[in-house]
């Protein structure tokens, strides 16, 4: 049973720059979650996508948009890029039933921008 | 406005001695929480929840206790193993849809 997976693991990428970040959920999960997490920092929640459409949102400016697919993978896509968008980006997945639903991690794509 | 916090930021143990991380919340609608462990290069990693009608949940190793009066989370682990090793972060989560919100972190680091 494949975890969440992400790629790239690592992107290097210069100021003003746009990058596409991509996940595929677990098996049997519906829902993605991205979260942005700068070093030393706990996750910070940038959005989630269910059925295809962005759910919520966090703090984060329209620079930061996503997509979901049909077989529930997702794009997290930033734009203009600043030097302090540089950062761990994670993907997380669950399954959008009842009230506890756990969020399982991939391992992330370090983003550096230069 | 919602927040997660952690009385301590870094926890050295003894291998074999047990380990207790804390964890602060304020928001009193959080009915939903989550222990998860952050090895170097990884994603975190589940490792216990607990919903707010228990007050303690024990897995391998692994108690968290709850404390709804004072807003209070606790991870308590037996044995503390140097595979244990890592950050340990608390998540709290409100009414169904929202999303969770992350403490800043414990780093465990366990002494031969």
């Known amino acids: 049973d494949a975890g969440v997976t992400q790629s790239p693991t690592h992107l290097i990428k210069t100021r003003g720059q746009q990058v596409t970040l991509r996940c595929s959920p677990k098996?049997?999960?519906?829902?993605v979650s991205w979260y942005q997490q700068a070093l030393g920092q706990g996750p910070q929640f940038i959005f989630q996508?269910?059925?295809?459409?962005?759910?919520q949102r966090g703090n984060f400016p329209d620079r930061f948009s996503g997509h979901q697919f049909p077989n529930y993978s997702s794009e997290l896509n930033v734009n203009a890029l600043l030097l302090g968008d540089s950062a761990l980006y994670l993907c997380?997945?669950?399954?959008?039933?009842?009230?506890?639903?756990?969020?399982?991690f991939g391992s992330g794509t370090q983003l550096s921008v230069l | 406005g919602e927040s997660v916090g952690l009385h301590l930021p870094t926890l050295s143990v003894q291998e074999g001695d047990n380990s207790i991380i804390n964890c602060a919340y304020s928001n009193s609608a959080s009915d939903y929480f989550i222990w998860y462990k952050q090895e170097s290069g990884k994603g975190p990693q589940f490792i216990i929840d607990?919903?707010?009608?228990?007050d303690k949940r024990q897995g391998q190793r692994v108690t968290v206790l709850l404390n709804k009066t004072v807003k209070h989370l606790s991870l308590q682990i037996a044995a503390t193993q140097p595979g244990d090793s890592a950050v340990y972060f608390c998540?709290?989560?409100?009414?169904?849809?929202?999303?969770?919100?992350f403490g800043p972190g414990t780093r465990l680091s366990v002494l031969p």
């Open positions: 996508y269910y059925e295809e459409e962005e759910r």
């Open positions: 607990i919903r707010s009608n228990m």
């Open positions: 997380a997945s669950s399954l959008r039933t009842g009230r506890t639903e756990k969020l399982f």
């Open positions: 098996s049997g999960h519906d829902t």
């Open positions: 998540a709290e989560k409100g009414n169904y849809g929202q999303n969770f919100v």
